[in-house]
């Protein structure tokens, strides 16, 4: 099993950066891809990044792309999601996930443990 806690979000102006970290527990951290996905207000939970489990392959979508950049440390049993020139359209609170598979999986159904989450509002 696994369980994971979301830090970083906070209010950041538009165009600024923001380091968002996501901090698991479990012996077989490694065993698992992990994902970011984010929540608008009335909005559908979008994926947003993705990293395989040896942190070798990532996965982003057009949204962010270029903006956007995942990390992990096996080690620490840590991910990282880096935001750059961030836009007031990325208000939304931030979720990590892990899924214990091969692949990086895209839809939320897909995957196992879910953090808390964690706020982050970019102010125009």
């Known amino acids: 099993q696994v369980q994971l806690v979301e830090s970083g979000g906070r209010l950041v102006q538009a165009g600024g950066s923001l380091r968002l970290s996501c901090a698991a527990s479990?012996?077989?951290?490694?065993?698992?891809?992990v994902g970011w996905f984010r929540q608008a207000p009335g909005k559908e939970r979008e994926f947003v990044a993705g990293?395989?489990?040896?942190?070798?392959?990532?996965y982003y979508p057009d949204s962010v792309k270029g903006r956007f950049t995942i990390s992990r440390d096996n080690a620490k049993k840590a991910v990282y999601l880096q935001m750059n020139s961030l836009k007031p359209e990325d208000t939304a609170v931030y979720y990590c996930?892990?899924?214990?598979?091969?692949?990086?999986?895209?839809?939320?159904?897909?995957?196992?443990?879910w953090g808390q989450g964690t706020q982050v509002t970019v102010s125009s």
């Open positions: 990293i395989s489990r040896s942190g070798g392959q990532t």
């Open positions: 479990g012996r077989t951290f490694s065993y698992y891809t």
């Open positions: 996930a892990a899924d214990y598979a091969v692949t990086i999986q895209l839809v939320e159904v897909e995957y196992d443990y």
